[in-house]
């Protein structure tokens, strides 16, 4: 039977209370869609609902919202829902219990999802039935779902072609996600493409420095958050888990940079977690009122005024140019600075150029797709628009001169001298900040 | 017979972004908007005579005044150009067009560049309120007053009551079909944002009064945002048309204008029109004036994009354009007329309330919706088959109208 979209459906969110739960079940819930709420206990899974009112700014949400608890409520729910999607913490045994339970109690046609964002989706189903098999993929939302539209979509090996299709169509019609399709693959596209480039700058900062690295790749670069305030932000056990899974189960060009850095396994043992351990810190620890930064090679948080010099000139003068709208101009600096600021800087960026659309044929299938999920999904400039803003031809004479790889794409553009990125309706001065 | 003034394109920014978030200075969203325009017409620095900039406050909310240079610092093609730049409040943009349009008419110029841009996020809410409040009589309508102007408007609702009643469920329906309509325009502010029109009838924490009836679901947004759009003489178009291979019937005109202002403070407006049948009648007087000048009769309308700074304003505008009798837009509202799927869909981009309201913007943002729906060229909220439409843009609390015609 065909699925009609209008007339989706009902949803059973599993781990509805956390951020990744309540805030998927935000994005169901204004699409209309009634959205149930399932947690350890029906308090927990009512926090949730709470949360999602507070991202809708609506009490009127709530009334699409229900809430119950895995042991009263989680057979009778799945049973006759539409889709029922796991957020439940990123551990794979924990998943199983739960994904045995659905298996169990779910009827025939249902689609189940997982928001994880790295594991094996296709490991999920082992022990599961065919029927689970077929319609399981992953749907990998970035946090906070409610704000952020990229998201990535990963069907396995033996999921249905018609589930993916429609799943496809429901995020990018009524839920109005910006949709990327991705392989199975660890870390799947976004996490792989950027979690190289902080763990390495992570690995660059035991050399370098912290605060000098953040300011370094800053927002000049195409972010709106510094790298290592970024991994402060995300976790440095959730920053841990996917470098880790990507070290141990790829193995292309930049293997080396997602090794974690030592002086960071180290301090995870001892408890520093980012900002979700404000006593301990990350590689920024706030206390007394002040920001205090981490030293690698110690290990030791020293007041940030003592450690944060101007910032280095390369730095400053894009600033400015990217500060009046002048972005060809700052990635012109960026081209033709010389010293070993410079350099450094060319070093990271231009290898997230070439990593990032070096993927299209392996993870994705056209290069637009690594743009929306690093545009989408990290709110990084993504790596066409930085092509653009160089010029193709330039931007391969700088690769070939780092001794990076060449993206097939970016010698195209340069042989027609085209354009690469290719959404009409995006500013894209949008993604530099000064 | 005055002289045709065409349309050839623009650009809008994305309403949703956040320039102060990006660090960047008003010269950034003024230079986006210009090379934006550049690129969608195919035109080029030179080939622009004059530029007109509307905006309202950027002294308050930027420290920065003299923005028609700002024009010519985009491309050093443009040093030279003869540049000003234009204030009347939230209808800014308006008047700007309006300069450049009289230009081109009295045949002093060709081709006219024309910015309307306002960089908002600058300030915190309350500020940026006060500052909202110079559009009034300061001293006598907003001077310590905690947003001056929703309670302006919620008093011209009033108003409407006290005639011929007012429903608030009326008012929650324009604020549920804007943001409906906003999801549909890639540009929108508020097109990722959940509405529904029970939560615009709902009051509570997160629907809370902002002035007299109104509340936060009324209200438009504070938005940053700039928007370019290029005008020409019959001699420049027919010239770029003959270039492109089309004919220039095929691009549009600015077919009508009216442009009428108010006595200031809404008291005296009020007082004014006690009379008369319409609430604000100088607005009533620019939207016949322009559509006489169009020779446009309101049944030949495709849409409408109109000044819906709060839901008041656009349920004044219903009845001001004669989609019914005076006092009773709730009859165009319960019909579903101004829905985007209704006989004459208003705010098919989401308006003020669902695209956002850059104040000096907004008028040049609806000339360039206008040109996109008769052009066939606006997307997912395209009216199927429009061939003529409609602006309002006011500036204060009624008190300077200009109404464009474009087809």
């Not at chain 1, 935000?26 to 507070?54: H, Q, Y």
């Not at chain 2, 007299?212 to 947004?221: A, F, M, N, W, Y």
Request: aromatic share 8%; charged share 20%.
């Amino acid at each position: 039977m065909a699925r009609d979209l209008r007339n989706t459906m009902k949803v059973v969110v599993l781990g509805g209370n956390g951020a990744m739960g309540a805030g998927s079940g935000e994005v169901f819930a204004a699409a209309g869609i009634p959205t149930v709420l399932l947690a350890r206990t029906r308090d927990k899974a009512e926090t949730g609902r709470a949360r999602i009112e507070s991202m809708a700014k609506a009490e009127a949400i709530s009334a699409l919202v229900t809430t119950g608890s895995y042991d009263d409520d989680l057979a009778r729910e799945v049973a006759d829902a539409d889709l029922i999607f796991e957020a439940v913490s990123e551990d794979l045994d924990l998943k199983r219990v739960y994904f045995e339970q659905v298996d169990a109690a779910r009827k025939p046609d249902s689609i189940v999802a997982t928001v994880s964002s790295g594991l094996s989706i296709a490991a999920m189903t082992d022990g599961r039935s065919d029927s689970f098999a077929r319609h399981f993929l992953g749907i990998h939302f970035f946090n906070p779902p409610n704000v952020i539209v990229g998201c990535e979509l990963i069907p396995h090996a033996g999921t249905d072609p018609e589930v993916t299709a429609f799943v496809e169509a429901l995020l990018a019609g009524p839920l109005g996600r910006e949709v990327v399709k991705t392989s199975d693959t660890p870390a799947f596209a976004g996490n792989r493409v950027g979690f190289k480039v902080l763990n390495e700058v992570a690995q660059l900062a035991e050399q370098h420095g912290v605060a000098y690295m953040d300011a370094l790749i800053g927002p000049h670069t195409g972010r709106a958050m510094s790298p290592l305030v970024t991994v402060d932000f995300v976790g440095w056990d959730v920053h841990k888990a996917i470098v880790d899974n990507v070290a141990a189960n790829t193995s292309d060009e930049a293997n080396a940079a997602f090794a974690l850095p030592g002086y960071m396994a180290k301090l995870i043992d001892a408890g520093h977690l980012g900002n979700k351990t404000p006593a301990t810190g990350g590689f920024y620890r706030a206390a007394d009122q002040q920001t205090f930064v981490l030293d690698p090679t110690s290990g030791d948080y020293r007041p940030a005024a003592e450690v944060v010099a101007e910032p280095p000139e390369i730095a400053l003068q894009m600033k400015a140019a990217i500060r009046v709208g002048r972005y060809g101009r700052a990635m012109e600096i960026f081209a033709t600075a010389r010293g070993d600021d410079a350099d450094l800087m060319r070093k990271v960026v231009l290898g997230y150029i070439s990593y990032g659309l070096g993927r299209v044929g392996e993870i994705v299938e056209q290069p637009r797709d690594v743009d929306r999920i690093m545009g989408f999904g990290f709110n990084w400039a993504p790596p066409s628009v930085l092509v653009d803003d160089l010029g193709a031809r330039r931007t391969v004479q700088l690769l070939e001169t780092a001794g990076l790889p060449v993206p097939r794409c970016i010698v195209g553009a340069a042989e027609r001298n085209q354009p690469l990125f290719a959404e009409p309706n995006v500013d894209t001065g949008r993604f530099y900040f000064a | 017979m005055t002289r045709p003034v065409y349309i050839l394109g623009g650009y809008q920014t994305d309403f949703a972004r956040n320039w102060k978030k990006e660090n960047k200075h008003i010269a950034a969203l003024i230079r986006e908007a210009v090379l934006g325009g550049f690129d969608a017409t195919a035109l080029a620095p030179d080939d622009v005579d004059v530029g007109h900039v509307g905006n309202f406050a950027a002294e308050l909310y930027c420290m920065q005044g003299h923005l028609g240079a700002f024009l010519v610092d985009v491309d050093p093609a443009l040093s030279g150009l003869p540049t000003a730049r234009h204030e009347a409040a939230c209808a800014s943009g308006s008047i700007a067009v309006l300069a450049a349009s009289a230009e081109i008419q009295a045949n002093r110029y060709d081709c006219a560049l024309v910015v309307g841009v306002e960089q908002m996020k600058t300030v915190n809410p309350a500020v940026g309120g006060d500052y909202l409040g110079t559009a009034a009589w300061y001293e006598l309508e907003a001077k310590g007053v905690e947003f001056p102007f929703p309670k302006l408007f919620g008093k011209l609702g009033d108003e409407y009551d006290k005639r011929y009643g007012l429903k608030d469920e009326h008012l929650a329906h324009i604020s549920a079909v804007n943001y409906d309509n906003a999801k549909r325009n890639p540009k929108a502010q508020t097109r990722s944002w959940y509405m529904s029109e029970e939560h615009a009838r709902g009051e509570g924490k997160y629907n809370s009064v902002i002035g007299g009836r109104l509340k936060v679901t009324d209200c438009s947004q504070v938005t940053d945002g700039a928007v370019s759009l290029l005008l020409a003489s019959e001699a420049f178009a027919a010239d770029y048309a003959a270039k492109r291979g089309i004919g220039v019937e095929s691009l549009p005109q600015i077919l009508g204008w009216g442009h009428r202002t108010a006595p200031l403070t809404f008291a005296d407006k009020v007082a004014e029109s006690a009379e008369d049948r319409y609430v604000l009648p100088q607005t009533r007087r620019a939207i016949t004036d322009a559509l006489e000048r169009a020779d446009t009769d309101i049944s030949q309308l495709s849409a409408i994009e109109t000044h819906d700074c709060f839901t008041t304003s656009e349920y004044m505008a219903i009845d001001h354009f004669g989609l019914t009798e005076p006092g009773e837009s709730w009859r165009a509202i319960e019909d579903g007329v101004i829905d985007f799927d209704g006989t004459l869909p208003i705010n098919p981009s989401g308006g003020l309330i669902g695209c956002g309201h850059p104040v000096g913007a907004t008028g040049v943002r609806q000339l360039l919706d206008a040109y996109k729906q008769v052009t066939g060229t606006a997307g997912d909220y395209q009216v199927p088959g429009a061939t003529r439409v409609a602006t309002l843009n006011i500036g204060g609390s009624g008190t300077t109208s200009c109404v464009f015609v474009v087809g």
